[in-house]
């Protein structure tokens, strides 16, 4: 219906400001990552947006995610602090501390399994990051969610 009142175009944005990228569990916070910095109207850092969704655990370069911006990786950062309010890789930690929240509540990984799966190859450097959006270590966090499973 929108695409034929409002065109494609609109009826693209309205789709991708309506999707749901993932369950959120009870732990988690209401606003997911997944949606939270998609409130803008800049096709390229949507781009960029929609890559490091797709694969987060990938070790990205500047350089490869300017390229789905059309821009340079100077122009990218900050036209991506711009319209999000926060960096590329402040996003892509999120977009991965997110994904861990939901594998360490929903499978039975291990903490050094999870911080590899997500991107990370050093698990004192996840547990560092984890403890910058969290309360408790990885392993508190995994204890409770399987008392609550």
């Not at 990228?21 to 939270?36: D, G, H, N, V, Y």
């Not at 319209?83 to 930690?93: A, E, R, V």
Request: net charge positive; proline share 4%.
């Amino acid at each position: 219906i929108v695409e034929q009142t409002s065109g494609v175009e609109c009826a693209a944005q309205v789709a991708r400001n309506l999707v749901l990228f993932s369950r959120r569990t009870i732990q988690e916070p209401a606003q997911s990552p997944w949606l939270t910095y998609r409130n803008h109207l800049h096709q390229g850092v949507h781009n960029v947006q929609d890559q490091l969704q797709k694969n987060p655990s990938k070790d990205w370069r500047i350089e490869e995610l300017a390229a789905f911006a059309y821009c340079s990786p100077r122009h990218l950062a900050r036209i991506f602090k711009a319209n999000t309010d926060i960096s590329c890789k402040g996003y892509l930690q999120q977009l991965r501390m997110s994904l861990a929240r939901q594998l360490l509540y929903e499978n039975r990984m291990s903490v050094e399994s999870v911080a590899i799966k997500v991107g990370y190859n050093d698990v004192r450097q996840f547990r560092r990051i984890w403890q910058q959006y969290n309360n408790a270590p990885p392993a508190c966090f995994k204890n409770t969610a399987l008392k609550a499973n």
